[in-house]
Every structure is written in C-alpha cells, then in structure tokens.
C-alpha cells in the first residue's frame, strides 16, 4: 500500500488551512518551491524563479527539477507535487529533509514520509521541531494514523505530548463528523483516545484540575454532571499520591490516566448532543464505561466501538432506538460463516455492558421500545419476538437487583442479536420452526455458546425450505441440546455438504442413544459449537474430510475426541510439534479423520493419564501452544521445564518436585530454619477465617491459598497479566521458572466455577537479617493488595 493516499494528504493539508490542492490556478499556474510554475500544453514547466530565501535556492538546483521529472509532468495538482517532492527529500536525504524542507507544507509530508523509517525516532523529532505549530502536528500524526489503518502505539503520543486544549477540541470535531449509517468499528479509521491524554508531567491534583477545567468550559447540562465524575476519580487515588503530589504506584498512575482521558473522550464523543437527548441515560452510558469496563494493565480496553455509538445515540431525541445497532449486527450475519470466531475481535456484538441495558430507567421502559422496534424491523416474525419479550419481562421480574443486572442485560442482548438474526435475510421461514430455535436459545444458560447459536440461527433463517424443514422436525429426541447442535453444520452448506447430507447427519445423530446422551452434556456441547467453528477457519480441514469427520462424530461423541480436534484445527500444523515433543506418534495425513475414529487411541504411545488431566483443565489448549512456541523459540530451559511440568502434574507429584532444594539454594536456606516448609505451603495452612472471607468475598466466591499447577500456570491469562501463556514474548518465558519454584505461591480469590478473579502472589523471601520472611506483591487485576495485605496478616499465625 502507498504510504500516500492522495484524497487522504488532501484532506489533512485542508484541516491545516493550508492552500486547498485543487491543481492550478485561473492563469495555468501555481507558486511552488520558489518558482511560478506554469502548465503549457499539458507540461508543467517553471516559468519565473521568486527564491524565497537562498536556502530555498540552493535546496531547488540540488534536489528538485519541476522540469524535466517525468512524474511531476504527469501530475495536476499541487498536493501530488508535494508528496513526490518530500518522498525525493527523504529518499536522498533521509531524517536530514527535515531541516531541508523548504516550507511547512512540505515538512508536513516530510514527516509522514520519515514514519516509514522509524515511526519513534521521527515522532521524537516531530516534538522538537518549532517550525510546526501543535494543530499542524497533531494533523500529521492523524494522518499517519489514517495511512497505517490503526492507531499509532501511546507510546508516540506520550513523546509528542500535544496540549490537552488541542486534543479535546480536535476530538469533539472528528465526533461530530461521524456519519449516521450503521457501521462496525473495524471499518472506521478509529478516533484515538490519546487525542484527550493529559500531560504526564503533571502532578496527580493538576491534572484532575484541567480535566475540571476543561468540562467547566464547555457550560453545558452534560458537562456539568460530569463534574462529579471528576470527584469520584479524585477520591479513588487521593489517598495514594505521594508527598511530591504525584503517583508512586506505576499501576495508580497509569489506571488514573486512562479514567481521566476516558472521561474526557466520552464527553466528547457525546459532545454534539441534542437538544432532546436523555442526558441520564448518557450519564449512565459514561459511568458503565468508567466504571465497569476496567483498565487492562498496560494495554486498556478498547472502547472505541462504544464511543462510536454514543456518538449517534447523543443525537437522538429521548430513549434508545434499538434499530440501528440490530441493523449493524444484522450486516454482520448477512455472511456468518466463520462469525462466531470474530466475537471477540467485533465487539460491538459481544458487548453486554455498554449497550443492551441502563441504570436510569426502569426495564419496562426499554421493552417498550424494543416492542415497538420489533414489528418495524421484523413484521413477519412479530409474535414469535413479542412473545420472546414478554418471556424475558416475566423472567428478570424474579431476578434480583442490583446483584442481577448483569444477567438481565446479558438477556436483553441475546433478544437484540436473534432479531438481527431474524433480519439478517430477507427470505421468510416458517414462524413455528424459527419458535423451536428463539426459545432454545433464549433458555440457554452458557453464555460462552451464545455467539455460535447466534450464527447459527442467522444461518437457519437464510436456508433452504429444505434445511429448515429438516431441522424443524418437531420429534427431535434429546432436548434443546439436540435441537440446537445441527445448526453448526449449516456453516459447511453447500460448499461442502449437501442438504441431503444435513439430513442424513440428522438422522445419524438421532439413531445413537450414547451420542445424544453425550450432547446433552453442557461441557460436550460446548466444544461442539467450539470445535465445528473452528473447523472452519482450520488450514487443515479438506472437504473431503468434513462430511466423514462430522457423520464419525455424531455416531460416536466423546468429549475427548472434541478436545483434540479443537486443539488440531486450532493449531495447525504447530500441533504435529506438541504431538512429536510429547513423544506421540501417528498418521499425519488425515489425522482429523483418526481422531473423529478412535480419539486418543489414533496416537501411538499417547499417555492416557496426561491425556485425562489436560481435559479436566480450563483453557486446555494453552499448553500445547505454550509448548509448541517454546520449541519455535528454541528456549530448551523452558521446554524441560514444561515437560517436568507435564510430568509430575499427571503422577500427582508436582509439589514434591517444585519444593525439592536440588538446584535451588535459596529453599536449601529456608529449610535450615523451616525444615517443615518441605511439605510445601498447603500442608503448612489449614484456611482462612471466616472474618478474612467475610471481608473479600462476595456471593458464591472463595478464597485459597494455591499451589495447584494449572492455577499457577494459567493466572497470568485469567487476571490479565504480563505472565500469562499467551502473553508477549519477553514475559511468557518466564512462566515456568515461577511455576516451578516452590518459593512461589497465590492468594486468590475464585467465582463458583473455578475462575481466578483476582490474585496475589506470596513469596518465601529472606529479610534484612538474612530471616526467611513472607512477601505478598500487588494484587491482580484490580491492585487491591491492601485486601490481600490484611489477609495475609489475619491468617499469618494460623496453620
């Protein structure tokens, strides 16, 4: 791709007021680098030298000849003169055009075209510049960003540091100009949230005083109320700032500027309000974000795709209208296939936090609306949606509030995305076969499947008569498990399989009891949808394969066979080298096929017992990728300690190895004074009190003490960590090493199915007396080591 994209340098050179580029004027001439450029019978040839200065002079005879260069004869307009007059700069001159331009137009592209060099060191130079003004640019690096198709890394805006007052204003204009038409975030030339970063220089107080400030001068009924949001993040890290007015907490100060210029881009993504716009419904949108949508370490969520919708939803009058985010999801299922792999990365669709209910109104009010909608968007499906909408009023009206919300919007969300579903074809399927599907799914108690079944019915709805008679078959035997699954083999229709294979798999699947019984498996049914997704984005699929693969499935289904053909198609070909690590051989050529056939009876020399453990754990297919990326990396410190990982977790002999002091001198001193902390930390703690669990836990969660392998192996992942198994390269291998070392262990708190929520490791560590002595680090995600602190020293004299 062209760096330059001539309507895109047009258009920043116009946001600089600069001379529009509309080629030449009334006379057939245009002023350029000195000389009065002149077109005659379609050749542009300098016609009068008006030198500005001599440098200008000396610059034009040694590097620009409008003459005889064939590609600047070629071009009709001042904006392509310039852009091959700073891309000739930079070619023989490298950073040195940059003292060499000989106006601030073409330094402007002087300095996009340095990007391509070095995107910092020309950024370091862009701050250092005083021939450009801070709109010119912070015009520059929004044109960079519009060339890279992305955001340039926090890391260049910080180096550059333009003044708040410029950001914000630039901010609101970009906001106010988003158009109206449904779109998904990924096909927007995002705005960046750096736009309203504050200075870093500034102590703590300073900077909540110009947030304050700059709300205070907009005068308006939304700023105004925003005011309080100030206080709510001054009171939530005054009581860290340090005695030089500043953060030491690196973690304090970063989570304090992303809730300060968080702040500052909603309000102007809101900025262009209405007159008629529910200004609590838009507080209430703003204090989701702020406040539930938590910072993410060094890298914070992303909540462009939510700006992007306050931005319109600000201009219309009163409550939410559902119709045009159903109609952006409902674009999306026009072609689903593989949609549900793309949740995660199209998050306008996944969100249940931004969008599908507010605090400010009670949700009767929302499912009028949503009632309304329904028969403008869906007519012929109406009583099949209307009755959907009153089965969830009945069921959240016994849910319990507040602790409920979050399941009352997760249902409201799930009710948008099958209307677009329903929308997403304009062919109409019989309503009392699309009632079996609506029910199923809005029953549904995984909300980790909801994606694929979403896909799945989008499918449904743009099938054949056929399909949907077939799938529609009212005697379906085994439940709403049973009923849904089928819909996974839609994706391969009719590129692969046929109606009359649908059919025939149908049948399949019914005729065996032992696979119906396992579908009816939540955790079976899970890596179904999973796994068949996959399938389809997997390198190593063929379609010969799928129809025989699928037909194996359904007359034999074992959650072990779904668990290895995930890992396959997840994999690729990196999985043949976990198999080859692991000591496994098999066929490689059709291997899918051998696993649909026999499971883990395909590989030769499979251990069983390793087999069973990896399947029991969440997350399983971390570790043969964690493994595979070591091999690749050529890490063999790694890869041994990943493989006596492996070992000793499935012989139960995990804490032994890790609290042997062979190779470990520092457990070697503590055992001299602690000869019982060979046992390893559990056998020295009986639990935590009930006034500890009382004062951290809420409802339906636990705190431990842990040791267990997997839960050390995979925090990183579930806490949002540096060391986490898929974490960046410079960070992730040294997981083992903490892993393995018996001096380690967590304080975590966990949800009732096991999840880590939050964690703080607790070290074995010698004090200035050369004492074994306990260190607990910061606490994760949320850096509430003060909790931890006081559970540590509540529980400190109890065994």
């Known amino acids: 791709m062209d760096f330059y994209q001539l309507n895109g340098l047009t258009q920043q050179l116009h946001t600089l007021d600069m001379e529009p580029p509309t080629g030449f004027s009334a006379d057939d001439s245009v002023q350029y680098l000195g000389w009065q450029v002149k077109r005659q019978a379609d050749i542009t040839a300098p016609s009068e ?24 004869q070629r071009s009709d307009s001042k904006a392509e003169a310039i852009q091959i007059t700073a891309r000739n700069l930079v070619d023989q001159f490298q950073f040195e055009a940059i003292e060499k331009s000989p106006t601030n137009e073409v330094l402007c592209a002087v300095f996009l075209e340095c990007l391509k060099l070095d995107v910092v060191g020309t950024v370091k130079r862009l701050s250092r510049t005083n021939s450009l003004s801070w709109a010119e640019k912070l015009e520059i690096m929004l044109a960079a960003e519009e060339a890279y198709k992305g955001p340039l890394l926090e890391c260049n805006w910080i180096v550059l540091s333009i003044p708040l007052s410029i950001g914000f204003e630039k901010a609101k204009n970009l906001f106010q100009r988003l158009p109206d038409m ?9 705005i960046n949230e750096q736009l309203t970063a504050l200075s870093p220089d500034k102590m703590f107080r300073d900077r909540l ?112 209208d559902y119709c045009r985010y159903i109609g952006a999801v409902a674009n999306v ?21 931004g969008f599908a209910l507010l605090e400010s109104k009670p949700l009767d009010k929302y499912l009028t609306v949503l009632r309304a909608n329904i028969n403008k968007m869906a007519p012929e499906y109406s009583q099949v949606l209307l009755d959907a909408v009153d089965g969830l009023e009945n069921e959240c009206a016994r849910i319990s509030l507040p602790e409920g919300k979050p399941d009352i919007k997760a249902k409201v969300h799930r009710l948008l995305m099958i209307i677009a579903a329903c929308k997403s074809s304009e062919k109409i399927m019989d309503a009392s076969v699309l009632n079996y599907f609506v029910r199923a799914i809005m029953k549904h108690s995984n909300k980790k499947n909801i994606p694929y079944l979403i896909s799945g019915l989008a499918r449904l709805v743009q099938s054949t008569p056929k399909i949907q008679k077939i799938l529609g078959e009212p005697e ?5 498990h049973l009923r849904l699954a089928p819909l996974q083999w839609l994706a391969f229709v009719p590129d692969t399989i046929s109606e009359d294979d649908i059919q025939e798999l149908c049948a399949s699947l ?108 969440r997350h399983y297919h971390l570790l043969p990728l964690y ?60 639990d ?75 070290r074995m560590v010698f004090d200035q007396d050369d004492r074994p002595a306990l260190f607990l680090e910061k606490g994760y995600p949320d850096g509430n080591n003060l909790l931890f602190s006081s559970a540590g020293e509540g529980e400190s004299g109890r065994r």
Request: with cysteine; aromatic share 10%.
């Open 476 to 480: 379906i035997k085994g439940g709403d």
């Open 209 to 320: 005083l110009e947030v304050r400030q700059t709300l205070k001068s907009e005068n308006n009924e939304l700023s105004g109320q925003l005011l309080s949001e100030v206080d709510n993040i001054g009171k939530k890290f005054i009581t860290r700032v340090g005695w030089n007015g500043r953060l030491s907490d690196v973690d304090d100060y970063i989570d304090s500027q992303i809730y300060a210029r968080r702040l500052l881009y909603l309000y102007a993504a809101c900025s262009g309000f209405s007159k008629q716009a529910d200004i609590a419904e838009l507080m209430s949108y703003i204090r989701s974000v702020l406040y539930i949508i938590e910072p993410n370490n060094e890298v914070p969520d992303n909540i462009w795709h939510i700006a992007k919708e306050l931005a319109y939803l600000s201009k219309q009058p009163a409550s939410i």
């Open 333 to 353: 299922l026009k072609a689903p296939a593989p949609v549900a792999l793309q949740f995660a990365k199209l998050r306008q669709l996944s969100d249940l936090k």
């Open 510 to 617: 019914q005729a065996s009891g032992a696979s119906r019984r396992q579908m009816k498996d939540g955790k079976v049914f899970h890596h179904w949808l999973a796994t068949l997704e996959q399938a389809l984005a997997s390198k190593v699929m063929n379609k010969a394969m799928v129809m025989p693969i699928l037909k194996q499935l359904t007359q034999s289904l074992t959650y072990e066979k779904l668990v290895w053909l995930y890992m396959i198609f997840n994999m690729g070909e990196r999985f043949n080298t976990f198999l080859d690590s692991m000591g496994f051989s098999c066929q490689k050529e059709g291997l899918p096929m051998l696993i649909a056939e026999k499971g883990m009876d395909a590989l030769v020399g499979a251990n069983k017992g390793f087999s069973q453990w990896l399947m029991k754990q």
């Open 688 to 762: 935590f009190s009930e006034k500890t669990r009382n004062k951290l836990l809420s409802r339906e969660e636990t705190l431990e003490l842990t040791e267990d392998p997997w839960d050390l192996f995979i925090s990183g992942l579930e806490v949002k960590t540096c060391l986490s198994p898929d974490g960046l390269k410079s960070y992730r291998s040294g997981l083992m090493s903490y892993v393995m070392d018996g001096r380690n262990a967590m304080i975590v708190k966990k949800n009732q199915k096991g999840n880590i929520l939050s964690r703080s490791v607790i």
């Open 182 to 190: 449904p779109s998904l975030p990924e096909v927007d030339n995002v």
């Open 627 to 686: 493994m595979a990326t070591m091999i690749e990396e050529g890490n063999r410190e790694i890869t041994d300690l990943v493989y006596e990982f492996i070992e000793t977790s499935t012989n139960n002999t995990f804490i032994r190895s890790r609290q042997s002091p062979q190779n470990n001198p520092h457990l070697q001193a503590v055992y001299k004074d602690f000869p019982q902390f060979k046992a390893g930390w559990r056998a020295n703690f009986s």
């Open 49 to 72: 030298k008006t030198y500005n200065t001599a440098g200008s002079k000396q610059l034009f005879e040694r590097q620009v000849n409008l003459q005889p260069d064939p590609e600047t």
